[in-house]
Nanobody, 125 residues
Framework: QVQLVESEGGLVQAGGSLRLSCAASGRTFSTYAMGWFRQAPGKEREVVAAISWSGGSTYYADSVKGRFTISRDNAKNTVYLQMNSLKPEDTAVYYC??????????????????WGQGTQVTVSS
């Protein structure tokens, strides 16, 4: 069993930056692929970024490429999402997720079996 706890999100102006972190319990964190997803009101949950177990490979949604960076520190059981040049359309609840079945950076929601509680990110124009 893995428990995921996201850091607090927040309100930021367009063009600003915010870093989310997600702390995982359990000794097998380093064997899990991790992902960040988001869900805006009235929309389906979508992938933002994913990272392999080692951190050696990553995946980004087209909408965040060049602006967001996913990383992980296996010694600290933590995955991060650095968000720069934020836009109002980035406003959503952000979730981190862990996959016990894949080790590569996986963009598909159904590959993830553990989810955090979500944290609100609001970008004002």
């Amino acid at each position: 069993q893995v428990q995921l706890v996201e850091s607090e999100g927040g309100l930021v102006q367009a063009g600003g930056s915010l870093r989310l972190s997600c702390a995982a319990s359990g000794r097998t964190f380093s064997t899990y692929a991790m992902g960040w997803f988001r869900q805006a009101p009235g929309k389906e949950r979508e992938v933002v970024a994913a990272i392999s177990w080692s951190g050696g490979s990553t995946y980004y949604a087209d909408s965040v490429k060049g602006r967001f960076t996913i990383s992980r520190d296996n010694a600290k059981n933590t995955v991060y999402l650095q968000m720069n040049s934020l836009k109002p359309e980035d406003t959503a609840v952000y979730y981190c997720a862990a996959s016990s079945t894949v080790v590569a950076a996986a963009p598909a929601l159904n590959k993830y079996d553990y989810w955090g509680q979500g944290t609100q990110v609001t970008v004002s124009s």
